[in-house]
């Protein structure tokens, strides 16, 4: 299949609780439509916000696939499954940023009734679909949007809003409209069986109903989730908690290169090193921090808990070095 050129798109992120939605119209789908989708909930470690997405139920005893979108940042997760009302903890198994996969774990769930998965390899251009998720971040029982694909192989860079981007590869392009809150949720055939993973809608200003939408197929999400269930870390999946320095980083400055400390966590490995706001991280285990949003991919090579060398050049201009143990932190 042959991509298109990237768009530029935002992601459909779940809705913060202080925003409000002009949503449109959405239906509450037929119960065997609504199979294994559960609202995800989350606590995020900025600015003391919440977040919600939709995610869809892999096993009876509490395996969720969702977009790691909807988690990033998250210091603490809850599932709800609509059908029972009932609430669950969930820890990360894994994530992938690149794929904007991740896999959840609920805590003391059983008997849950997982999604009835298709086979995304069959989906053609002008099939009907339907699309379901947690519209709006509002919770309860999940809507719908119905349309057509009109495109698959479709190559998009995906932003969340805050400054993260990403490229994506291989989507199906349906004109379901999708909202903030339906990411994670499943796109579904006309037999109602699951062929995507919402992910990403071209959103307006007033981040309202998406004339363009875009799911990953479900085949190559379900692959990244076994993957991750086997515990197989490489450079795109990353494995069990996050690892955390405890620092804030934007750009250098043109033409230099690192990353600018925005902001250091009190007590945190980065401030137990000595390092403050105004230095620049040059270097992770001897590796060079190019740019500032190299850093955060090059600390996924760790697992929380490793031991890591930082490089940093302090407001002074003075070369710094040390040596920390990374806590475990919220997810990228």
């Known amino acids: 299949m042959r991509s298109t050129p990237s768009t530029r798109i935002r992601l459909a992120l779940a809705a913060l609780a202080a925003v409000t939605f002009g949503l449109a119209a959405r239906t509450a789908p037929a119960a065997s439509l609504s199979t294994g989708v559960v609202d ?18 892999l096993t009876a005893s509490g395996e969720i696939l969702t977009n790691n979108h909807v988690i990033r940042g998250a210091t603490t997760i809850r599932v709800t499954d609509p059908s029972t009302g009932r609430s669950y903890a969930a820890s990360v198994v894994g994530y992938s940023v690149s794929s904007d996969v991740a896999v959840l774990q609920l805590s003391g769930a059983s008997h849950l009734h997982p999604i009835v998965r298709g086979n995304s390899s069959n989906v053609k251009v002008g099939q009907r679909v339907t699309a379901v998720g947690n519209a709006g971040g509002v919770g309860g ?17 995906a932003s969340d809003g805050a400054g993260l981007s990403e490229q ?11 909202q903030p809150g339906d990411s994670g949720g499943p796109l579904l055939n006309a037999s109602g069986r699951v062929i995507g993973m919402d992910t990403a809608a071209s959103v307006g200003f007033r ?10 197929p479900i085949n190559r999400a379900l692959v990244l989730a076994k993957q991750i269930e086997a515990g197989a870390a490489s450079a795109s999946v990353h494995i069990g908690a996050t ?33 403050v706001a105004g230095d620049t991280i040059t270097a992770l285990d001897g590796q060079p921090v190019a740019t500032y949003d190299a850093l955060g991919p090059m600390l996924l090579q760790h697992a929380a808990g490793d031991t890591v060398t930082i490089d940093w050049i302090d407001q002074t201009g003075a070369a710094q070095t040390a040596s920390v143990q990374t806590a475990a932190g919220p997810p990228q």
């Open 40 to 57: 995800v909930s989350t606590n995020l470690a900025y600015q003391n916000g919440s977040a919600a997405g939709t995610g869809m139920v």
């Open 141 to 157: 029982k999940p809507t719908s949007s119905t349309g057509k694909v009109t495109g698959i192989g479709r190559t998009i860079v």
């Open 168 to 178: 994506l590869v291989g989507l199906i392009r349906t004109n379901a409209p999708l």
């Open 207 to 216: 981040l309202q109903s998406a004339s363009q939408s875009f799911a990953i």
């Open 243 to 275: 690892p955390f320095l405890g620092v804030s980083v934007g750009p250098a400055g043109p033409g230099l290169a690192g990353a600018l400390v925005a902001q250091v966590v009190p007590g945190s490995p980065a401030d137990q090193a000595g390092i």
